[in-house]
């Protein structure tokens, strides 16, 4: 695991997710879940598809590797903290999900602009947790010459992931 999948504690105090904004993608951490937003036209947003497929290593329609659990008690927990946060006004503002498959633990992860942020956000939250995972994405990247942008999205990520207590 790396450093990012150690989440810190609650000490019981309402914490404001801190947002960061890196390589046109708006990120922020509730409770341990990492939720995004993506710039338009940026390389995260023409890419997110294909960097979910690399993260679990599986080249389905991208679509097919995560499914929505807004409904799930622990997603919905993330999502009234997100609008108590006012990081969202209304819970349809915001889409939790998580992977399909079963080669990973689950973890969620959410957008707040539709399918491509979702898709970022589970391949953030899966190489959080998972240092194979980062590493396979990272040797992937370097392909399109994303590795090093990648590499600054992580590192802003797992910095929020250890200042946010868990689910």
Not at 11 to 33: N, P, T, W
Not at 120 to 137: N, S, T
Request: with cysteine; proline share 2%.
């Amino acid at each position: 695991q790396t450093d990012a999948g150690q989440h810190a504690k609650s000490s019981g105090k309402r914490i404001k997710a801190r947002k960061l904004e890196v390589e046109g993608v708006e990120l922020q951490v509730i409770l341990g879940v990492p939720i995004i937003s993506i710039s338009k036209g940026c390389e995260f947003d023409s890419n997110a598809a294909w960097i979910l497929q690399v993260a679990v290593d599986d080249h389905q329609k991208a679509e097919s590797l995560l499914q929505a659990c807004d409904e799930e008690a622990e997603a919905r927990t993330v999502i009234m903290a997100a609008i108590k946060q006012k990081v969202v006004k209304v819970k349809d503002d915001i889409g939790i999900v998580r992977h399909r498959g079963r080669q990973y633990p689950p973890c969620l992860a959410g957008g707040l602009q539709g399918k491509r942020s979702m898709m970022l956000a589970l391949a953030m939250a899966l190489c959080a947790k998972h240092w194979e995972v980062y590493d396979r994405c990272m040797r992937n990247l370097k392909t399109l010459d994303l590795d090093e942008q990648f590499s600054r999205l992580m590192s802003a990520c797992e910095e929020l992931l250890r200042e946010s207590p868990a689910v």
